[in-house]
C-alpha cells in the first residue's frame, strides 16, 4: 500500500496527531525528542543509502563534513 502524499498542512495535522497520542501514552519531552532524532537519523541514513543526499550549498556551515 502506498503512503498518502502530504502536502505541508497535511505534515503539520500528522505530527500533532501523533505528538498528542505520544503524550496521551504517558512519553514525556525528552523521549519524544529522542524519537525525533531516532526518526530523522533513518530518514537520514536511508537518503544516503539511496545516493539521493544533496550536498550542501557552498557557504553553508553543513558543507564541512
Known amino acids: 500500500m502506498l503512503a498518502p502524499t502530504l502536502d505541508?498542512?497535511?505534515t503539520k495535522i500528522l505530527a500533532k496527531?501523533?505528538?498528542k497520542e505520544l503524550r496521551a501514552s504517558g512519553y514525556n519531552a525528552n523521549q519524544i525528542l529522542g524519537l525525533?532524532?531516532?526518526l530523522i537519523d533513518l530518514?537520514?541514513?536511508d537518503l544516503?543509502?539511496?545516493g539521493?543526499?544533496?550536498p550542501a550549498e557552498?557557504?553553508?556551515a553543513?558543507?564541512?563534513v
Open 52 to 54: 539521493d543526499a544533496r
Open 17 to 19: 496527531s501523533l505528538f
Open 48 to 50: 544516503r543509502a539511496q
Open 62 to 64: 553543513e558543507a564541512v
Open 8 to 10: 505541508a498542512k497535511g
Open 58 to 60: 557552498e557557504g553553508s
Open 43 to 45: 530518514v537520514t541514513r
Open 36 to 38: 525525533s532524532t531516532e
